[in-house]
Structure formats: structure tokens, C-alpha cells
């Protein structure tokens, strides 16, 4: 049977982007549980600043207290060496840095052009070699921009070209806005598979206009066989309005099982999972709300 790989981006990607901060426990309550569905390729934190990214406080925490489970690995974003040193001292495996293929986002978005981020990665690329820990590459916008529209699919493959050449295993290409459909999605796995080897490429949608699951689609069909998701479809994109989450795990994996694709994961347990952190994040606000009103004067506000 043909086979996919999930990555599992709902305790990272998909957290740092809802308004509310969990406590640690409950973000090693997510992880645990998706883990126990049969995901073998977890997101679990990120060490950024908690100034920038209150949601990803902690992530070394998370990552310390999580409970070795054999051929389950967990990952972490870092945006530089500081980020990498960080991981490793919480014992991590894996990291994924992060570019863009739009020149706005990625000043909008960690605050230098292009060619400085993927500057600012070679260090970065070079300690985790010497250090054993795999690297994967995002790029982000690779459909269109929030920013400046439409981004031109050679920027795109030469994004993607040198996180590969860099040292990525494996570069996932995000529609961060949700913006693409399946003939652009063809488009886009054809111009990279031209540079980048079709196996080192995964496919990450958004669900803004209802394209994510079609999309996948579209990318499976062109040979592309690991797509990142997010239990619930939790996240999106702080720079885009109304953009809404990453594709759900849940949808995905309902897709490969009347595919006959093996994915290894259980969807009622999956399902499980995501009704623990709607829960979760259910009890946040509501408590956020009933703080709020318990203050002097809040029922005038």
C-alpha cells in the first residue's frame, strides 16, 4: 500500500497563533495524545522570543518533560543560533527554520530581507550537522502573499533550492495564506520538483477558501507524499486577516484512509486529541472572559 507521512504542526504552528496561552501541561497533554494516535512526526514547541510569541513560552519545559516514545520524533523552530542552542539544551532531535519567498513577509515577519535570513541560517545549518540534529526547512508564501499578492514561482524554487542545498532534508512549502487552488498547487510542486528532489518536498495548506484538502490532493497526485497539518485545524496567519488554520489533521487523514493511502495514524484517537484542546482552549476563554468581568467597573466597559 502506498504510504504518507503526517507532520503534525498543531502544538506549534497552530498554537502560537491562537489567542490564548495554555500552560505547559496541557500543551504535553496535546503532544502526548497525538502521539499515542500513531503521529510519528510532532512539532512540539519553538524557541523564539515570549516576548514576540507568548504562546511558545516554555517550549524547552515541553520538550524536557516529554516521555521518549520509540520512532516518535519531536521538533522545534528556531529562528537562529541562540534558538539551536536553546533546543539542544532541551535535548532536541530535530529543528526546522523558517524563510520566505516574499521579500514583504519576511521583513513583516522576522525583520531582514531574504538573503539575510537564509544568511542568518548557515550557522545554524552548520551547528546542527556537527551536532547530529536534522534540520527541516519551511518557506513560507509560496502561493501568495498577504503583503504584496502574488509571489512569482522563481522565488519560490530559489528559496527552496538553497534551504535543500543548505542542508534541509526535507523543505516544506507553505501556503501561509490560503490562497492557492489545485492547478496552481501542480504548478508549484513541478517548478520546485525541477531543483529539489520530489521525496525532500511536503506540502503545507492553509484553509482560507476551503482549497486546503484539494490542494493536498492536487500535491498528491503530483507525487509529493508528507504534508504538515494541524489537529482541529488550529492556527493562521497574524498578517493576514481572516486567514484561517492549518488544513486539520483530521481531514487529512480521513482523505488518505479512502485513498487507501497508509498514514499509520488512528482517526478516532485523532479525533480525541482535538477535542481535548477545543476544550482546552474553550476553558481559556472563558476564564479569560470571567477575569475580565470580575474587575471594578467591567460591566460598564
Not at 276 to 291: M, N, P
Amino acid at each position: 500500500m502506498d504510504s504518507v507521512r503526517l507532520v503534525e504542526v498543531g502544538p506549534r504552528d497552530g498554537l502560537q497563533n491562537e489567542a490564548r496561552s495554555l500552560p505547559v501541561e496541557t500543551r504535553i497533554g496535546l503532544i502526548e495524545r497525538l502521539a499515542a494516535s500513531g503521529l510519528r512526526r510532532i512539532e512540539a514547541g519553538a524557541f523564539v522570543s515570549p516576548r514576540w510569541v507568548p504562546q511558545m513560552a516554555d517550549s524547552d519545559e515541553v520538550l524536557r518533560r516529554l516521555p521518549a516514545r520509540p520512532g516518535v520524533v519531536y521538533s522545534a523552530l528556531v529562528p537562529n543560533l541562540e534558538g539551536l542552542d536553546a533546543a539542544l539544551r532541551a535535548g532536541c532531535r530535530e529543528v526546522a527554520v523558517f524563510a520566505a519567498a516574499s521579500e514583504a513577509f519576511s521583513r513583516k515577519n522576522i525583520n531582514c530581507s531574504i538573503d539575510e535570513s537564509l544568511q542568518r541560517f548557515q550557522p545554524v545549518l552548520a551547528k546542527a550537522r556537527e551536532q547530529g540534529v536534522a534540520v527541516r526547512g519551511y518557506v513560507s508564501c509560496v502561493l501568495g502573499c498577504p503583503l504584496s499578492g502574488a509571489v512569482p514561482l522563481a522565488d519560490v524554487v530559489r528559496v527552496s533550492r538553497d534551504l535543500y542545498a543548505m542542508g534541509c532534508y526535507e523543505v516544506s512549502l507553505g501556503d501561509t495564506i490560503g490562497v492557492g487552488t489545485p492547478g496552481k498547487t501542480r504548478e508549484l510542486i513541478q517548478a520546485c520538483a525541477g531543483e529539489v528532489p520530489l521525496s525532500a518536498l511536503a506540502g503545507h495548506f492553509h484553509d482560507t477558501y476551503g482549497m486546503a484538502v484539494a490542494n493536498v490532493h492536487a500535491a498528491l497526485e503530483s507525487g509529493v507524499r508528507v504534508f504538515d497539518s494541524s489537529v482541529s485545524g488550529l492556527g493562521g496567519c497574524p498578517y493576514a486577516p481572516g486567514a484561517t488554520g492549518n488544513v486539520a489533521s483530521e481531514e487529512l487523514v480521513y482523505l488518505c484512509n479512502g485513498l487507501g493511502l497508509a498514514s499509520g495514524v488512528d482517526l478516532d484517537a485523532l479525533i480525541e486529541a482535538g477535542r481535548y484542546i477545543d476544550q482546552a482552549l474553550q476553558r481559556s476563554t472563558a476564564s479569560r472572559v470571567a477575569r475580565a468581568m470580575s474587575r471594578p467597573g467591567a460591566e460598564q466597559q
